[in-house]
C-alpha cells in the first residue's frame, strides 16, 4: 500500500505551512496539494483523488460545510476531516455533510497524524469533548427527516446486491473501485437504516423492503 494522500484546506498558509510540516513528519503520509478554500479545493481533488482532505470550515468562495457535500457525492473514496478552531457550532453540520472526522486546531502533532492513519483504518476521528456535542447537533439535523433518511441510495442498493451474493467488503471495493474504509462506511450507515446488527439481518431487511 502507497503513502497516504492528504490535501489541505484553509484559507491561511501559515496554517497549512505548519500542517505540511507536521504531517511530514509522519511515516506512510504524503501532502499531494493545498487549496485556500472550497472552490480550490474541490478542483484539486478532482485532479489529485487524495485519499483524505483536512477542511477548514470558515472560508471565502464556498466554505468547508458545502464543499464537503459536493466531495461526498462526486469523489466518495475520498474522506474529509474537519480541521477547525470552531469547538461545537458545526459538528453535527459536518457529520450530516458526510465528514468522517472533527478535530481542532490545537490538535497534537501525533494525534493529528494517528488520526490520518485512523481515517485510512474506517475509523472515524473525533475531538473527545465534542462527541456529546455531535450526537445532539446531528439528532436535530435529522428531526423531521427520517423518511428521508431512511431511504437508500443507489449505491448503497448495489453494495447490499453484493453482499446478498457472498462477496466480502474487499471484493465488494474492487468490484466497484472503492476503498474498503468506504465500503464499511456504507454498510454502517446500511446498518443504521434497517436497524440491523449483522449482515444476515441486513439482507433479511433487504429482501423484506424489495431492495433485492
Same mark, same amino acid.
Given at each position: 500500500?502507497?503513502?497516504?494522500?492528504?490535501?489541505?484546506?484553509?484559507?491561511?498558509?501559515?496554517?497549512?505551512? #505548519?500542517?505540511? @510540516?507536521?504531517?511530514?513528519?509522519? =511515516? +506512510?503520509?504524503?501532502?499531494?496539494?493545498?487549496?485556500?478554500? +472550497?472552490?480550490?479545493?474541490?478542483?484539486?481533488?478532482?485532479?489529485?483523488?487524495?485519499?483524505?482532505?483536512?477542511?477548514?470550515? =470558515?472560508?471565502?468562495?464556498?466554505?468547508?460545510?458545502?464543499?464537503? @457535500?459536493?466531495?461526498?457525492? /462526486?469523489?466518495?473514496?475520498?474522506?474529509?476531516?474537519?480541521?477547525?478552531?470552531? $469547538?461545537?457550532?458545526?459538528?453535527? %453540520?459536518?457529520?450530516?455533510? #458526510?465528514?468522517? +472526522?472533527?478535530?481542532? /486546531?490545537?490538535?497534537?502533532?501525533?494525534?493529528?497524524?494517528?488520526?490520518?492513519? #485512523?481515517?485510512?483504518?474506517?475509523?472515524?476521528?473525533?475531538?473527545?469533548?465534542?462527541?456529546?456535542?455531535?450526537?445532539?447537533?446531528?439528532?436535530?439535523?435529522? =428531526?423531521? /427527516? %427520517?423518511? &428521508?433518511?431512511? $431511504?437508500?441510495?443507489? &449505491? %448503497? %442498493?448495489?453494495?447490499? &446486491?453484493?453482499?446478498?451474493? #457472498?462477496?466480502?467488503?474487499?471484493?465488494?471495493?474492487?468490484?466497484?473501485?472503492?476503498?474498503?474504509?468506504?465500503?464499511? @462506511?456504507?454498510?454502517?450507515?446500511?446498518?443504521?437504516?434497517?436497524?440491523?446488527?449483522?449482515?444476515?439481518?441486513?439482507?433479511?431487511?433487504?429482501? /423484506? @423492503?424489495?431492495?433485492?
Amino acid at each position: 500500500m502507497g503513502d497516504m494522500r492528504v490535501l489541505l484546506v484553509d484559507d491561511h498558509p501559515v496554517v497549512r505551512e #505548519g500542517l505540511r @510540516r507536521v504531517l511530514n513528519l509522519g =511515516k +506512510g503520509i504524503q501532502v499531494v496539494g493545498e487549496a485556500s478554500d +472550497g472552490e480550490e479545493a474541490l478542483a484539486l481533488a478532482e485532479k489529485l483523488s487524495p485519499d483524505v482532505v483536512l477542511m477548514d470550515i =470558515k472560508m471565502p468562495n464556498m466554505d468547508g460545510i458545502e464543499a464537503t @457535500r459536493w466531495l461526498r457525492d /462526486k469523489l466518495p473514496s475520498t474522506n474529509v476531516v474537519m480541521l477547525t478552531s470552531y $469547538e461545537d457550532e458545526y459538528v453535527g %453540520q459536518a457529520i450530516a455533510a #458526510g465528514a468522517v +472526522g472533527y478535530l481542532l /486546531k490545537d490538535v497534537a502533532p501525533n494525534e493529528l497524524i494517528d488520526a490520518i492513519h #485512523g481515517v485510512c483504518e474506517g475509523r472515524w476521528p473525533l475531538d473527545a469533548s465534542l462527541v456529546q456535542v455531535m450526537f445532539a447537533q446531528y439528532a436535530a439535523l435529522s =428531526k423531521g /427527516k %427520517q423518511s &428521508r433518511e431512511s $431511504e437508500l441510495s443507489e &449505491r %448503497q %442498493q448495489e453494495i447490499i &446486491r453484493l453482499v446478498a451474493s #457472498g462477496m466480502t467488503y474487499t471484493a465488494i471495493s474492487e468490484r466497484l473501485f472503492l476503498s474498503p474504509p468506504t465500503i464499511k @462506511r456504507e454498510m454502517r450507515r446500511i446498518f443504521d437504516k434497517f436497524e440491523a446488527s449483522d449482515r444476515a439481518s441486513v439482507v433479511a431487511e433487504a429482501y /423484506k @423492503r424489495k431492495v433485492i
